[in-house]
């Protein structure tokens, strides 16, 4: 690597961590959650970023290299649907197979009337988490592992040591793709590590979001001690992904926690305590959460406020960030706040003003990462992505 | 004799150690190293079921 590559690196990383303590680095950092915006960037499908990680890797540093971004995730199309295949796995359509080839991986929630957990099955998996979904859940939602007490087939056994080996393939790549930034382009990898909710891994994955809301009514208890069940082992999780150097966050995916999803007394009786447990539990250790905070979270602001200082680097997607700065900038980094809209469907000067905006409104002492509210599919304009990041770079200097 | 309460799974096992090594004969070198590779093998059969549903 240059020297000149390796300095860049330099001020990249210290930008961006100088952010995220919440300080005034030399410039605004800019870290972009890009997606399929790289795809069509790049000049791939959907479809080939998607099933070819490898593809998406390219697609990422080929961004990195042409904007001049502190930051990226080494492949922000989260789910390799190559290994969803493999496994067999039944909750994604994947583009190029069940849906066309330019259109985004879409998630399938459980059926209705027949849910991947059944509201009788919250024993087993508070007894045993790890039991519950080897044994129970992964036969459900596999078309290849057979369930237990079934006789194993060919099959079966393949899908183990496939997607074993797939997965420890894929997840090593990242560690290559984040040295070929560096080396490449100076670009910082954003996030290390992966967290979801407890709540939210019931809903999507388990119960579904519908089956779970008649739980919280029905049996309150045992979706309250089935999260906390959960917890420990999510914490886990996120620990043995985080950066070794404690540098960039673990990443925390939200869904379901905010409104019209949940009340916000829904909110502070069965999503906040085993998260907010988490989130210490890693702050503990040195370990920072990218909040993700997706839809509209500022009634839970109240709730976020009770976090340690500089535990986490809240994004803002729906919420007001103004409002949000008002509350909790002293405490915490903020991130993002340009709507995918307005780079989806308005002008680069329209773009200008609304960075002006937040510039001016959240960022004057530091403590903001620019970035779109939620992550950018196919549908952000190039132009608009370029005149955010060039406007950043002009009148972001401190 | 009153059924023996099967203890809690701790985060990062499928399979611990104890019961393991309650089926190997008797080890004449370095138990810990067994242990510890057991251990560091077995977790990564656990990040394998707990990656399946967090990250795909």
Known sequence: MSAEMEQLYTQRMDRYTTAMRNEKPDKIPIRPFVAEFTAKYAGYTAQEVTHDYQKAFAAARKCAADFDWDAVVGNMVYVWTGLVKAIGLKYYAVPGIELPPDTGFQYLEPPEDNAWMQPDEYDQLIEDPTGFLFNVWLPRVSTEVSPMGETTSYRNNLSFVKGGMAMMNYFNAFGTQADLLRRESGTVSALAGILKAPFDIIADKLRGYKGLCMDMFRQPDKVLAACEAMMPHLLHVAASGADPDRNVPVGLWMHRGCVPFLSPDQFERFYWPTLKQIIEGLWERGIQTLFYAEGEWNPNLKYIAQLPDLSIVYHVDRGDIFEVHKAVGHKFCLSGGIPNDLLAFGTPEDVRDCCKKIIDGVARDGGYIMDASAIMQDDSKIENVKAMTEFTREYGVY | ?56
Request: aromatic residues 10%.
């Open chain 2, 1 to 56: 004799m009153a059924e023996q309460e099967k203890p809690k799974i701790e985060p990062g096992v499928c399979i611990p150690w104890e019961e393991k090594r309650r089926e190997l004969p008797e080890i004449s070198g370095d138990e810990g190293i067994v242990k510890q590779v057991w251990e560091d093998v077995d977790g990564l059969g656990y990040l394998y079921i707990w990656q399946c549903l967090v990250s795909f």
